[in-house]
């Protein structure tokens, strides 16, 4: 079996489909069948299952793709250790990073990013947490921009900056005549989260002791912030928002903005990367850039953060 064989069934593992693979390994859908085939036949074995509806991984193809998720991932340190040797700043950087934070930092560092390094072929996907760490461990991101975790010991982190979480609350709540919010003030409040899974969710309901949105009527889940925001603007509840988003706020929305009450809830927000990652210094320029493109306050926590 060969390299360009393993990177046709983990392509269409992960989309389910020969055609979307195909046509993501730049390849036609014949080509790649064959192959598959190919390596199907010389392994005895069936990796997946086709029907008109769908391809799904049979048990051994499971074992077989994870497998050729590892030799791909390890085949591909050989390039970066010869570009880490020679400290170059090109070559394909893939990053994945949490849907709360993108909006808010990527327009921020971004586009100067891709202008400084025109070399890197920069690749950004939006991913929770898991989903950013699954992809690391099988080699499919180089790096992720996350919340800091408590189970993060099997990756390196790089701290970037830390976040305050902000309120934001509609003028016809009564919480809109506070000049701070104090956790103990949202019960019985109408608020709007995130949907279970989101750290950003999960970090606030710990903090400020909310029930879960199943076990109240007060608490709603959809899966948006901006969505959120708007939902409080039209006059209806109290959201959360990234201290970032603060930087995007017109006049008006800035009225609706209150601070938690000290000690404040904040995030400390981190560049992943597995233990066995090479390319420091394309590394190292990417952390810069994020670090500038931020206030300098939010470089160090103060004594009135709490980080969650």
Not at 1 to 21: C, D, G, N, S
Not at 23 to 35: D, H, I, K, N, Y
Not at 218 to 245: D, H, N
């Amino acid at each position: 079996m060969t390299l360009q064989q393993m990177e046709y069934i983990v392509a269409v593992y992960r989309l389910r489909h020969f055609a979307k693979a195909a046509e993501q390994c730049g390849v036609t859908q014949p080509t790649l069948s064959a192959m598959i085939q190919k390596m199907e036949t010389e392994l005895g074995v069936k990796i997946f299952e086709r029907s008109s509806q769908q391809v799904v991984p049979t048990n051994i193809g499971k074992l077989i793709v994870e497998q050729a998720w590892r030799v791909l991932a390890r085949a591909k340190k050989i390039k970066d250790i010869v570009e880490e040797e020679r400290q170059t700043l090109k070559g394909l950087f893939r990053i994945g990073i949490l849907p709360t934070i993108a909006p808010y930092l990527l327009p921020r560092f971004f586009p100067k990013l891709t202008a400084d390094f025109p070399d890197v072929d920069f690749r950004v996907m939006e991913m929770k947490t898991e989903a950013c760490k699954r992809a690391l461990a099988r080699g499919e991101l180089d790096a992720a921009i996350l919340v800091s975790l408590d189970d993060m010991d099997n990756y390196n982190q790089t701290s970037l900056f830390f976040e305050q979480f902000i309120a934001y609350v509609s003028p016809t709540d009564p919480l809109s005549k506070n000049t701070s919010i104090r956790s103990a003030d949202l019960a019985g409040h109408f608020l709007w989260l995130l949907d279970e899974g989101h750290c950003f969710r999960d970090q606030l309901v710990k903090f400020c002791n909310i029930k879960s949105a199943c076990d109240t009527k007060v608490t709603y889940s959809l899966g948006s912030i901006e969505t959120f925001m708007r939902m409080v603007e039209a006059g209806q509840g109290i959201t959360f928002i990234p201290e970032l988003a603060l930087l995007q706020l017109n006049e008006c929305q800035k009225t609706l903005v209150r601070p938690f009450a000290i000690p404040i809830p904040t995030r400390e927000v981190v560049m992943l990367t597995s233990k066995t990652f090479i390319r420091n210094t394309l590394l190292k320029a990417v952390v810069e850039a994020i670090r500038q493109s931020v206030p300098e306050r939010m470089l160090k926590m103060n004594n009135t953060e709490q980080r969650v």
